[in-house]
């Protein structure tokens, strides 16, 4: 059992709560029995799970700690309260903190099936409302997500905590914005960007062909190259205060509505 | 200036986070310069704005307390730093707490236009959901929100918080749940409630005429009394994680229906 806080691996879990650490280490952090059940049933592969019992709080931990003793090529590694405390960085954590390697999700790899729904983040900063985002992606099935890097990075551990693992099941990609957009011009997707400034409401666009959103930054919106490059500015309607909707209940609402105009086929 | 952590009006301004002091001193905390601008535009009485400067962060600051000063019946307290950071509730605060007496907002002093569309959150557990709740609210012009003491206070000053102060632009009642049953049967408004188990979708809800929808709890969403009085049971669409879908998107997601059935006429 680790014990001590100046162990040398205790160090490298908490250095992974910096971006510019998980891109030189190539690993990330998924701490939680939901995020990390998410995160194995995706196929992502685990490379070592901190565990503390007198955190466990959920019935089966137990079950799935055996599981992937048995069947991951995974390092256990039991640490005390105090480490645990340490590396943990949630509230209230349930005991269990897995180290990954960050998963190579490329845009070009992202499948597109006839009629695609792709919802595109340029630049969501909050942690919380890109795992809300993707959340929402999850429900109304999109074919994928792609996460720019201007924005917060997809696999902050706030960001796979907000999502409850749905970053894990949704088909996520991280990417420049250029290459989304060269992405999208040779796919033939119709992109429509989010701008409270359009004269057109969002129900009017046609979302049931392949189509890709763009959502921009809580402060700023879709920069210029995007709006530039989209083929339809829509917004969604509001009477009350300018800003009161953010930017991930307006994804939200954009998604939901792509879902009804595509019919229950899909649908659970 | 109040420089005294041990000042009686500091010790009373702690209090008011507890629901039960604010409900038996009859007043509650607005905290921030958008907030208490909002409270101002609703007609809210403040009695007391604690200030410091230190804190203000805000252009229009010194203009909103010198117009609260020569305009309102109001006391106005500047307080040193350290008793700021005591009274302040959260983070990053721009240097303004008011106390405001609790608005008297009752059920049947709910004006209830032809075709009226109305909220009724029955058990919201989570401040930043009833908030969310009321900026979607607030988006698509609802007529009213009722919030069921059942859950939190809609004068929680994190409520009033994540609300970007729409708690005062929108129509908001405080009631039981009888009363609203009685309302809703009294004015002949169609209820419908959300909850996963309902077979048929959000979508083939008729939400053109008078109707309220009905939101549950995060946890165990609506109970059996709202379910058996509601007039139809409806669920969004998921395929994905059976509760990936919280209770403030669900909301969100219902009221933009409401509005796209309704058309573009009250929208901006």
Redesign the interface.
């Known amino acids: 059992m680790i014990t001590s806080l100046q162990n040398a691996r205790v160090k490298q879990v908490v250095r992974l709560r910096q971006r510019r650490h998980r891109e030189s280490d190539g690993l990330f952090l998924i701490e939680g029995y939901r995020e990390i059940r998410?995160a194995v049933d995706a196929r992502v592969g685990l490379k070592v799970l901190y565990t503390c019992e007198q955190f466990f709080s959920h019935s089966d931990t137990r079950k799935l700690v055996r599981w992937l003793g048995e069947n991951a090529d995974i390092s256990i590694e039991p640490v005390s309260r105090d480490v645990f405390a340490k590396i943990s960085v949630r509230e209230n954590s349930d005991g269990l903190l897995a180290v990954a390697p960050s998963p190579a999700w490329l845009m070009n790899d992202m499948h597109v099936p006839p009629n695609g729904l792709f919802l595109i983040s340029t630049a969501t900063e909050k942690p919380g409302n890109l795992g809300?985002i993707l959340?929402?992606a999850?429900?109304?099935?999109v074919d994928g997500v792609a996460v720019c890097s201007a924005g917060t990075d997809v696999l902050n551990p706030s960001v796979v905590r907000a999502s409850?693992?749905?970053v894990f099941?949704?088909p996520v990609v991280r990417a420049e914005p250029e290459s989304v957009r060269a992405w999208i011009k040779r796919h033939g997707i119709w992109s429509i960007a989010a701008t409270p400034d359009a004269d057109r409401?969002y129900?009017e666009a046609d979302m049931v062909g392949p189509c890709a959103i763009l959502m921009g930054s809580e402060h700023a919106g879709l920069d210029g190259e995007w709006l530039n490059s989209s083929d339809e500015r829509v917004r969604?309607?509001?009477?009350?205060?300018a800003?009161?909707?953010?930017v991930a209940?307006a994804a939200?609402?954009m998604l939901?509505?792509a879902?009804?105009q595509r019919g229950?086929r899909?649908?659970?």
């Open positions: 998410c809300t959340r929402s999850d429900a109304v099935g409850l693992g749905t099941s949704v409401l129900t969604l309607p509001s009477v009350g205060q800003d009161s909707i953010n209940m939200t609402v939901f509505e879902r009804r229950s899909r649908t659970s």
